[in-house]
């Protein structure tokens, strides 16, 4: 049986067998509508979402499956002391696959040692977010037609922003990219993601403060909002939160086919004024999010892909 815990779960192959099957999915999604009829969806949200949660669920729809789950810790027995372990357990008596989010590092992981059915990691703590990468992938080389030889700036809080780990996790692979990390001292890119996964990879990184500087050179920008949930003082938050705002005045320094990422929700660090320029690619994100997760959910139940007959995972 196969997880999703984190970006690396997958090969390179596998990692782009999804994508594949995410694009015919997204040109012809009725052909996919009962593939996984009779199949059950649990999501287990300890965390507030709005697009992971109900993407996960309407995926789910879309293949002809049904889901059941809550959403905040608040609604299950976790209020009670019931462990990730034990409900991981339980779980698995009443569903085919668990989609989990947990403001813990390494909870999803846990529930997938004592889950009978696979787990996706929907989010851990400031960790990891691997299937918001896949929609990042996805995304990417739509818009740029390649996933190699890119200078990706990544800007805002990059230090809890679980998205950027696990995004520069995958991008490392490809040869030729250049990061750009954007954000004040305090927020800067973890130290593990430097020595574990940059210092290793064959990409070369800078760190910076300075949006607009920066800005002319990328070939995408990946902003992100400061994430103050896991801030441990108002003050800090109050003080680093507007600290970057891209508008209409900052996108004339950006090149005419550098697209505009993020995993979304927004704060105020992408003005809404700028919602109608092409290279807005948020929104996009957010449908790619349906494709990818339908072609996630059909990876990880082993379901085969009506259109071709192939499946993703071989092992
Ligand atoms: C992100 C997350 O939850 O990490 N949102 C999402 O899943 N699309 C980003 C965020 O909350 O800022």
Redesign the pocket.
């Known amino acids: 049986m196969r997880h999703l815990i984190e970006p690396a779960d997958f090969s390179d192959a596998e990692t782009l067998a999804v994508l594949n099957l995410a694009d015919r999915i997204s040109v012809n999604p009725s052909a996919y509508a009962h593939v996984a009829d009779g199949k059950v969806l649990a999501t287990l949200f300890y965390?507030p979402?709005?697009?992971?949660r109900l993407s996960f669920e309407s995926a789910t729809l879309h293949l002809g499956g049904r889901t059941l789950g809550f959403s905040g810790a608040e609604q299950s027995s976790a209020t009670k002391g019931e462990t990730v372990a034990d409900t991981a357990r339980v779980v698995s008596c009443y569903a085919d696959i668990i989609a989990m989010?947990h403001p813990k590092e390494g909870a999803p992981l846990l529930a997938s040692r004592y889950a009978a059915i696979p787990v996706i990691n929907?989010?851990d703590g400031g960790h990891n977010?691997p299937?918001?990468t896949l929609?990042d992938l996805m995304t990417i080389r739509q818009r740029k037609g390649r996933l190699d030889h890119l200078t990706v700036g990544f800007c805002g809080?990059l230090k809890f922003?679980?998205?950027v780990h696990s995004l520069v996790n995958r991008l490392v692979r490809y040869p030729g990219n250049h990061f750009c990390f954007i954000s004040p001292e305090e927020l800067r890119v973890p130290g593990y993601v430097i020595e574990d996964t940059l210092v290793p990879s064959s990409a070369t990184f800078e760190e910076v403060t300075n949006l607009e500087e920066n800005l002319p050179k990328l070939d995408v920008l990946y902003m992100?909002?400061v994430?103050k949930e896991r801030f441990f003082n108002e003050e800090d938050y109050l003080r680093l939160k507007g600290i970057y705002t891209l508008d209409a005045e900052k996108m004339k320094l950006l090149q005419p086919d550098t697209p505009v990422l993020?995993?979304?929700?927004?704060v105020d660090e992408i003005a809404m004024e700028i919602d109608q320029d092409p290279r807005a690619a948020y929104f996009t994100?957010?449908q790619n999010?349906l494709y990818i997760r339908m072609a996630l959910i059909m990876t990880l139940l082993g379901l085969a892909d009506p259109v071709t007959g192939e499946k993703v995972l071989t092992c």
């Open positions: 965390e979402s709005t697009r992971t989010r929907a989010g977010h299937s918001q929609i809080d922003g679980r998205t992100t909002r994430q993020h995993p979304l929700p927004r994100q957010v999010g």
